[in-house]
């Protein structure tokens, strides 16, 4: 687990404007680098220790940019001598990204019961209540992502690939680390082949060369304990888990990505993202976690969409000679999309919790 998303930049501010009003606790695992980084902004509680559960307990709302099932259960197949005790916290779910697919079957009211669900894009939030989820206007959210007041701009010259991950071709999860395991199929994988290939195309990084441009890869999480499979060279920097993505967009001028809903927090600081699909028809297919929802990449995207690697080489040259800059086209979809560029997203959603909490009195 590390730190660095909503939970962090709610966090932050929580103890920095409100320390007098609310006791606020950070959860993380005390094996995470950002566990003694955290120590330094407000009180920390390692995961899973008598502490946490003692809290989760006691607390009145549990708030997280998680939901899986050890965020809202902490005490496994013993759930069932505290769930009496449990229901009487509300779950304020801040989202890992903004949500362009349908992920109901998930998240809805039946399987979670979240109590406030956040959002930062008008058609994000459309989705939701129009969906299979079964929330209303009252536990929607439209107040914009924590994290986003903590972006800045500090380019580099660098471009940044941004894969999402594949299920696909992964095993199993991993019990004693929690990490995900390949598949056997994983280095016979239309994913692996393409990323092995581009980072070495050498078309592409001699313009790189060219125009200054430095190249980084940095695959999801879940995947990122394997890039040392992938074929390198002396050009390419490769990102670990240790680095900050807020630092990565900050510095990235350009952004190569594919379906991962990452690219939103580049594209709200108005800069340029490139999506590569070269495995469309196989990623929508259901064997991943996704099912495609409202966000169609062609008509609402942020950046051209390309299928196939010379396309993306070419593309991304393009964007070189021009100093990476963002089109009008693009500028455009993005100011209609976000409901929020005011770096205000922390305070509105401190209120909608404190209004939760006036409700919860009457």
């Known amino acids: 687990m590390v730190a660095g998303d909503n939970g962090e930049a709610l966090f932050r501010y929580v103890t920095e404007n409100h320390s007098d009003d609310v006791k606020a606790y950070y959860v993380i695992n005390s094996k995470s680098a950002d566990y003694q980084r955290m120590r330094h902004i407000g009180p920390v509680v390692r995961s899973l220790s008598f502490k946490h559960k003692l809290l989760h307990l006691l607390c009145d709302y549990n708030i997280s940019a998680h939901a899986d099932a050890i965020t809202i259960n902490?005490?496994?197949?013993?759930?069932?001598?505290?769930?009496?005790?449990?229901?009487?916290?509300?779950?304020?779910?801040?989202?890992?990204?903004?949500?362009?697919?349908?992920?109901?079957?998930?998240?809805?009211?039946?399987?979670?019961?979240?109590?406030?669900?956040?959002?930062?894009?008008?058609?994000?939030?459309?989705?939701?209540?129009?969906?299979?989820?079964?929330?209303?206007?009252?536990?929607?959210?439209?107040?914009?992502?924590?994290?986003?007041?903590?972006?800045?701009?500090?380019?580099?010259?660098?471009?940044?690939?941004?894969?999402?991950?594949?299920?696909?071709?992964?095993?199993?999860?991993?019990?004693?680390?929690?990490?995900?395991?390949?598949?056997?199929?994983?280095?016979?994988?239309?994913?692996?082949?393409?990323?092995?290939?581009?980072?070495?195309?050498?078309i592409l990084l001699n313009a790189a060369r060219e125009y200054g441009y430095h190249i980084q890869f940095m695959p999801h999480p879940t995947m990122q304990p394997y890039v040392s499979l992938f074929q390198s060279c002396e050009q390419v920097r490769f990102l670990d888990s240790n680095s900050a993505y807020r630092d990565v967009y900050a510095q990235s001028n350009l952004i190569i990505t594919d379906y991962s809903s990452a690219a939103f927090d580049f594209v709200y600081l108005r800069k340029p993202i490139l999506y590569c699909q070269f495995d469309k028809d196989e990623f929508f297919s259901g064997n991943h976690v996704y099912t495609k929802g409202y966000f169609d990449y062609e008509r609402d995207g942020f950046g051209e969409v390309e299928y196939d690697l010379r396309s993306t080489v070419t593309r991304i040259i393009e964007y070189m000679k021009d100093d990476c800059q963002l089109k009008d086209k693009y500028l455009k979809r993005i100011d209609s999309f976000f409901a929020f560029d005011d770096m205000n997203n922390c305070q509105r959603v401190y209120d909608k919790i404190m209004e939760l909490k006036e409700q919860s009195r009457v």
């Open 74 to 202: 902490p005490f496994n197949e013993f759930y069932d001598n505290y769930r009496d005790i449990m229901t009487r916290s509300k779950f304020i779910f801040l989202q890992h990204g903004i949500t362009k697919d349908d992920i109901s079957g998930w998240l809805n009211r039946y399987n979670k019961n979240i109590s406030g669900f956040i959002t930062a894009a008008k058609p994000e939030y459309q989705s939701i209540l129009d969906g299979a989820y079964s929330y209303s206007t009252k536990e929607v959210w439209l107040t914009g992502f924590p994290r986003f007041d903590r972006l800045y701009h500090d380019e580099k010259k660098c471009i940044t690939f941004m894969p999402t991950w594949r299920q696909y071709i992964m095993g199993a999860v991993d019990g004693s680390t929690g990490t995900w395991k390949i598949s056997s199929a994983f280095k016979d994988s239309k994913f692996f082949k393409f990323y092995s290939e581009i980072l070495n195309d050498q």
